[in-house]
C-alpha cells in the first residue's frame, strides 16, 4: 500500500530556508516519478517541483527556479524539498504526490497526473 507523509513544514520569516520531507512506503518510491505541490487558501493548486523515478531528472515551477531543490532517496523512501529564499507569497500547504500507475508519458505539472498523494505540511512565511 503507498502512503505519504509530508514533514518540515512550519513558520518562517521571508529570507528564510526549510527543507520538507516525503516519507512513505516502498510502494510509493521504487520507479515512480514524484512531485510536489501547494495551495495556498482560497487558490488552485499549483505545480512546484517534479523527479523523475532515479532522480535523473528534476523540473521546477518559474517561481521555484534557482530557490528550491527537490531530491530523492529511494534507499530511504524519502523525497525532499530544499526551499530557500523563501517569500510571502510561498506561504502554502505544501503536498507530495507519487504516480503509481503506468504510463507512456504524462504531465508532470498536471496534478491529475498523480495518484497518490500526501496529507500536506503548511508553510508560513511572515514579511
Known amino acids: 500500500q503507498a502512503q505519504l507523509v509530508e514533514s518540515g513544514g512550519g513558520l518562517v520569516q521571508a529570507g528564510d530556508s526549510l527543507k520538507l520531507s516525503c516519507a512513505g512506503s516502498?510502494?510509493?518510491?521504487?520507479?515512480?516519478?514524484m512531485a510536489w505541490f501547494r495551495q495556498a487558501p482560497g487558490k488552485e493548486r499549483e505545480f512546484v517541483s517534479h523527479?523523475?523515478?532515479?532522480?535523473?531528472?528534476?523540473n521546477y515551477a518559474d517561481f521555484a527556479q534557482g530557490r528550491f531543490t527537490i531530491s530523492r532517496d529511494n534507499a530511504k523512501d524519502t523525497v525532499y524539498l530544499q526551499m530557500n529564499s523563501l517569500k510571502p507569497e510561498d506561504s502554502a500547504v505544501y503536498y507530495c504526490?507519487?504516480?503509481?500507475?503506468?504510463?507512456?508519458?504524462?504531465?508532470?505539472?498536471?496534478?491529475?497526473?498523480?495518484?497518490?498523494w500526501g496529507y500536506g505540511t503548511p508553510v508560513t512565511v511572515s514579511s
Open positions: 504526490a507519487a504516480r503509481t500507475r503506468s504510463y507512456s508519458s504524462f504531465q508532470y505539472q498536471s496534478g491529475a497526473e498523480y495518484d497518490v
Open positions: 516502498r510502494r510509493a518510491f521504487i520507479t515512480f516519478p
Open positions: 523527479i523523475s523515478w532515479n532522480g535523473g531528472v528534476e
